[in-house]
């Protein structure tokens, strides 16, 4: 008992420490702690205990990145844009705490659906899992109908095809490993454009203010987030950024604090159920999912742990974000903005090299250049997810 109580805290301290550096996850650890519990001959149960922990704090860590510095990856790249103007309007550590609570609420949102998730998983599964490459369809359909005038519609199917058919050259393999091509993709698209476009009048970052106000939203929002995320989490081929499209059409909110405590929550909601699915339908979703499967038979004992390590790894890594998010509220607008961005900027070309090599530069040039012109055409930055949602659909059909 103690020995697994001792991996969860090595996953949450991995999780939080590949959390702040963006680009990298925990998915980057597997071969190693796989490696280890055979080298070592270590109860495989601790490994799974590990993995989980880390993925589920990555969750939640993941966030002030994408916050203070605006780098996103998958999960996260919905909300870089409106986390990081908050952050350049002083409220970073408020639009921190939105996003802590979206993931807290999912995670309790999840355990409160795992009766009938339960029940609901399997069926839902073998029914509709011929049906992703026609939901992705209306789900692209109804974003580009929400931007109202033809013009912009215009602008809308130009990003999403455009999007789309980097996504094609991308992922199919050819130029680099599908997740590795992921980094440049979604910081071109959503964290170099963003940055760029902000560039264009703010010189330095405000002071942050630190709110201590509790956060105060719409239940409906909450609710209508939560299954919506429980839903699509049933779905093949379709993550996290995917289901926070349907449950922003969904709610049909326009504040800022709703949409990122939808991401959030959705985003939360996909890893959770992740390592569910793994017993009710032997289907691994992500990589940690896929190792876990590897390592065990996933039986009750499994999915108690799996469920066990969630809660706690959700609980102290919400107390390990608030308290990281008030040292960046202090630390980061002390640095001069365009010398920040000249670091991230550094950081991802490194890091599109390392994992890309050469041939990922032409991909982060290519995706920063599409990603610019959603604020250009007045539209919204959500059709850029044509970079995952055209492949799936192309695939599938």
């Known amino acids: 008992m103690l020995d697994l109580l001792l991996y969860c805290l090595l996953g949450i301290g991995c999780g939080t420490f590949c959390g702040l550096l963006p680009g990298i996850h925990p998915n980057n ?14 109860d495989p149960l601790c490994t799974v205990a590990f993995l989980v922990s880390a993925a589920i704090s990555n969750t939640f860590v993941s966030y002030l990145p994408s916050t203070f510095l605006g780098v996103p990856e998958e999960g996260t790249a919905l909300s870089v844009l409106p986390a990081h103007r908050l952050t350049r309007e002083g409220r970073g550590y408020h639009a921190l705490k939105i996003s802590t609570a979206g993931c807290l609420f999912g995670l309790l949102f999840g355990l409160l659906l795992l009766v009938p998730f ?6 839902t599964y ?7 490459p026609l939901i992705l369809i209306l789900i692209a359909a109804l974003m580009i109908l929400t931007e109202h005038s033809p013009r912009r519609m215009g602008w809308a199917i130009l990003v999403f095809i455009l999007s789309g058919l980097l996504g094609l050259v991308s992922l199919s393999g050819r130029v680099c490993s599908s997740d590795s091509a ?28 630190i709110d201590d106000q509790p956060v105060r939203l719409n239940p409906k929002i909450m609710g209508i987030g939560g299954s919506i995320g429980a839903f699509m989490g049933m779905l093949p081929a379709v993550g996290p950024a ?8 969904a709610t049909q909110s326009k504040g800022t604090d709703e949409f990122l405590f939808c991401v959030s929550e959705v985003n939360l909601l996909k890893v959770f159920y992740s390592f569910i699915l793994l017993y009710l339908i032997g ?11 590897d390592l ?4 009750s004992t499994v999915l108690v742990l799996m469920i066990g390590a969630s809660i706690l790894a959700g609980g102290l890594t919400t107390l390990i974000v608030l308290r990281l998010g008030r040292s ?16 991230i900027s550094c950081w991802v070309v490194g890091l599109t090299i390392y994992f890309c090599g050469p041939v990922g530069l032409p991909l982060l040039s290519t995706a920063t250049a599409i990603g610019l012109l959603p604020p250009k055409a007045g539209v919204k930055r959500v059709h850029c997810m044509g970079v995952l949602m055209l492949p799936v659909i192309i695939m599938g059909i």
Do not use: H
Not at 184 to 200: C, D, I, N, Q
């Open 29 to 42: 650890v597997i071969p190693v702690a796989v490696g280890l519990t055979a080298f070592l001959s270590l």
């Open 118 to 123: 339960y029940f609901l998983a399997g069926p």
């Open 126 to 132: 073998r029914l509709l899992k011929g049906w992703v």
């Open 182 to 209: 992921l980094i440049p993709l979604f910081t071109g698209l959503f964290g170099l454009s963003t940055l760029l476009v902000s560039l264009e009048g703010t010189c330095k970052l405000p002071k942050q203010e």
């Open 242 to 249: 995917q289901s926070t499209v349907v449950a922003q059409l």
């Open 283 to 293: 289907r691994a979703r992500t990589g940690i999912a896929a190792a876990i499967q």
């Open 296 to 299: 065990v038979q996933v039986n």
């Open 328 to 343: 960046a509220s202090s630390f980061i607008p002390k640095i001069p903005y365009r010398l920040l961005i000249l670091l």
